[in-house]
């Protein structure tokens, strides 16, 4: 507040313009009317609906003839449509937009698919990362991906710095929660590098766990940026001990750890150490699953390489000898087989659950956005019921965010990040790949079904 008694005259002129300025910047209140409202936390339906925005949160949702905009209020009519939260991805990569190499590039390195194009992009200029982060940002929002959780592989500071941009109005994105470098051991994602190189490589992606010591250091380093999360890959290079101060440090400064974890040995570790959440979790025991429901560590599943989807990519990005698809073909049908048991143990063990894409792949022919909304529908066709699979991208994954307060479901006083689809998401879970209306903080990003 400025001080007003200086002098009576100036002191008016400040009250006046304090006023003006106030007037002139009323939050502006937007009514959205549509045929339903589908809440993922009780499945509820409510039919027809409306929805009282006021800046960027929500104030009021009910039936039409008991929600009343003030007069001026703008109208949003989406006709028949239905009204759901915004979409969250608990786990991608917007700074990585891998091509598939060639194959016999592929057979020539170890990690041949995925670690060139993961060097390349962190040898190659950080302000071309950025800029692609930006693009990717974009095409997720405009599918209807309202927020993310950017789990490592951006550089030093690309997803902390994207956040802000986005937060700030300088670029087109979902919101971020940003785990900047991701903490793993030696011996992960890319070997065998040239020594003399390897640690100045590294460092523009990773920080190396190497003791106890270091692991706080290493939260510490992200601490400096800003980060909202800290992301650890677990392999049977980490120990427990190692974990656990990390676990430790970053929970001093109320942030949360997620863990990447595949084999039962790292589940375990990630268990033992306190993770919040284990990602992936490929290999998880029903041991595991029972100590996971007890301590409510999520579980955040990322069925990227289930129904074919990596063949899929493979098919459409190279040329393969007939020896190398039969190989896809049939590592794909082993995928599905262990995938589809994974979701179901899941189910059936109550465990907290989550989804997402870890989408870090170019896809031919679909943007990124488009690319990561069929990865989340690969649950459904693991015969995860559709209700589950909009919980695990909506209210659920509020809660591993720790956002359960501000997004997840269209609720007073949540930020009003809604998407709408022409047709029914429970009786056709594919409608969510066809996202016609997009609105993150009040704002619309997309309206393909009313004029406005
Ligand atoms: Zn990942």
Redesign the pocket.
Known sequence: MRNLAVSSLAGLVAVISTAQLKAQSAPPVTLVKAGRLLDPRTGNVLAPAAVLIEGDKIKQVGAPSQVSAPVGSRMIDLGSATLLPGLIDS?T?LFLDVIVPPEAEIRRHENGTFAPGLLMTIVESPTKRALVGAQLAREDLESGITTVRN???SGIDGDTELRDAINAGRALGPRILASGRKLITRGEYVQNLNPALADGILQQEFLLIDGTDRARQSVRQNEFQNVDVIKVSADENLTVPELAAIVDEAHRAHLRVAV?AIDANSIQTAIDAGADSI??GNQVTEEQLKQMKTKGIFLVL?PTFYGGFFLKITESSIVMSSAMHAEEVASAARRNERYAQLVQRVLKSGVKFAA?S?M?WFYPGKTRGQASTATFLNLHQAEMPALDVIRAITVNAAEVLSWQDRIGGVEPGKFADLIAVAGDPLADITELERVDFVMKGGQVVRNELSSH
Request: net charge negative; aromatic share 0%; hydrophobic share 10%.
């Open positions: 786990h990569h789990l490592g592989h990447h990602e992936h990322t997402g870890d870090c």
